[in-house]
């Protein structure tokens, strides 16, 4: 069965103070690996794609790391308006449906 | 371009109430599914459709019902709301093109907040 943990459940950061968000995962053939940001009240928000291990990718003050057992978010010198839950998503090939397997999310919090 | 729009955005049932919650994309988006989103839950996938005509249940697919009769619409229906059916729900489209930067990504609507009595 494809399991996705995030951790940790909440983090609350200062602004200015970098972090690390963990996706470990469990999936047979991964096909992807899929971050989003989700804001409250509001659907969750494509960030990154990932798609095999050792790739990177960044954006503004986010970059996306990926081995074979876990993802990292790396949040470097964070704003308060990065505060969201980040989800991660796993997909895996084959299989019913359309494959993936969301993680429970990190909530973030940067305060001013 | 309003991407996913779900309506509508809060409803209160009783307990045996029916209800349609509606979503409609206008990307062209072939794949189209209905997830539910619980305090301390990861998304669930509810319902999917890979295009008009053709649905298929995912992991939490009961008491729930669903049809595709256009590539833009995917309605979810209740046919008897239960307290257990409290949740937020969300419906998400993505590209059936693959190979490409965007491929597999979902774009969600908004939501829409459900509480059963």
């Known amino acids: 069965e494809d399991q996705v943990t995030q951790s940790p459940e909440a983090l609350r950061l200062q602004e200015g103070e970098s972090s690390s968000l963990n996706c470990s995962y469990t999936v047979s053939g991964l096909r992807g690996l899929f971050w989003y940001r989700q804001d409250p009240g509001k659907g969750p928000e494509f960030l990154f794609t990932?798609?095999?291990a050792g790739e990177e990718k960044e954006k503004e003050r986010l970059k996306a790391t990926l081995t074979k057992k876990e993802s990292f978010l790396h949040i470097t010198a964070p704003k308060p308006e990065d505060s969201a839950t980040y989800l991660c998503?796993?997909?895996?090939?084959?299989?019913?449906?359309?494959?993936?397997?969301f993680g429970k999310g990190t909530h973030l919090i940067i305060q001013p | 371009n309003a991407g996913v729009t779900q309506t509508p955005k809060f409803q209160v049932l009783k307990t045996g109430q029916s209800m349609t919650l509606q979503c409609a994309q206008d990307m062209n988006h072939e794949y189209m599914s209905w997830y539910r989103q619980d305090p301390g839950m990861g998304l669930r996938l509810i319902h999917y459709?890979?295009?008009?005509?053709?649905?298929d249940q995912g992991e939490v697919p009961n008491g729930y019902n669903v049809s595709r009769s256009t590539t833009e619409d995917f309605p979810l229906r209740l046919l008897s709301a239960a307290p257990s059916q409290t949740s937020v729900y969300f419906c998400a489209s993505r590209s059936p093109r693959t190979g490409f930067n965007g491929a597999n990504v979902l774009t969600f609507g908004a939501g829409s907040r459900l509480t059963v009595l």
């Open positions: 459709s890979v295009g008009a005509g053709i649905t």
């Open positions: 998503a796993v997909l895996r090939s084959g299989g019913g449906a359309d494959g993936l397997t």
């Open positions: 990932l798609y095999s």
